[in-house]
T-cell receptor
Framework: DAGVIQSPRHEVTEMGQEVTLRCKPI?????LFWYRQTMMRGLELLIY????????DSGMPEDRFSAKMPNASFSTLKIQPSEPRDSAVYFC?????????????FGPGTRLLVL | GIQVEQSPPDLILQEGANSTLRCNFS?????LQWFHQNPWGQLINLFY???GTKQNGRLSATTVATERYSLLYISSSQTTDSGVYFC????????????FGTGTRLLVSP
């Protein structure tokens, strides 16, 4: 398997613009996670899905952030409008989710810079 | 929520040395993973180890869930071991939420 795929790998945008990050999980994995990594806050979970349904979005910082999973092989994280404080590395991860098979596999991340 | 503390925060080793990284957590867990974040930012799974001991080459990990800690052992360290090591337990809440520690930054010099 190719692993978790994320695009773009790097994104530079100006404040106020819309940003869309994309993720393709590992085939057969029922759980998908979006994380954000910053120097100040470390790695934090934003939202996760089970079978395409959002289960816990308590980590989403504010209404400017939204995430969707229209099918089992694709998810997006959207920021609209973007702000400089959104600059971070955004990781997508997936997991089989079965008891004893709960390892989360991370994608390479998208490095976002909002000017 | 569960609190995670990793030690030491920073570690410098000479190539070939051994080291032990520690992860303490505040509550009972049913999942714990160790990750290595390499200098290019990639997060690499090392172990899924909610309890017991596992070994993979020069690395091994032990989790003592009843005492709320996990250890990662690196033997005969190599420069490619450099990076940040994260411990990420998940509490017994029934949700899939890993909580990451602040990491141990390791530098292995030749």
């Amino acid at each position: 398997d190719a692993g978790v795929i994320q695009s773009p790998r790097h994104e530079v945008t100006e404040m106020g613009q819309e940003v869309t990050l994309r993720c393709k999980p590992i085939s057969g994995h029922d759980y998908l996670f979006w994380y954000r990594q910053t120097m100040m806050r470390g790695l934090e979970l934003l939202i996760y899905f089970n079978n395409n349904v959002p289960i816990d979005d308590s980590g989403m910082p504010e209404d400017r952030f939204s995430a969707k999973m229209p099918n089992a092989s694709f998810s997006t994280l959207k920021i609209q409008p973007s702000e400089p404080r959104d600059s971070a590395v955004y990781f997508c991860a997936s997991s089989p989710g079965l008891a004893g098979q709960e390892t989360q596999y991370f994608g390479p991340g998208t490095r976002l810079l909002v000017l | 929520g569960i609190q995670v503390e990793q030690s030491p925060p920073d570690l410098i080793l000479q190539e070939g040395a051994n080291s032990t990284l520690r992860c303490n957590f505040s509550d009972s867990v049913n999942n714990l993973q160790w990750f290595h974040q390499n200098p290019w930012g990639q997060l690499i799974n090392l172990f899924y180890i909610p309890s017991g001991t596992k070994q993979n080459g020069r690395l091994s990990a032990t989790t003592v869930a009843t005492e709320r800690y996990s250890l990662l052992y690196i033997s005969s360290s190599q420069t490619t071991d450099s990076g940040v090591y994260f411990c990420a337990p998940r509490g017994n809440t029934g949700f899939q939420k890993l909580v990451f520690g602040t990491g141990t930054r390791l530098l292995v010099s030749p």
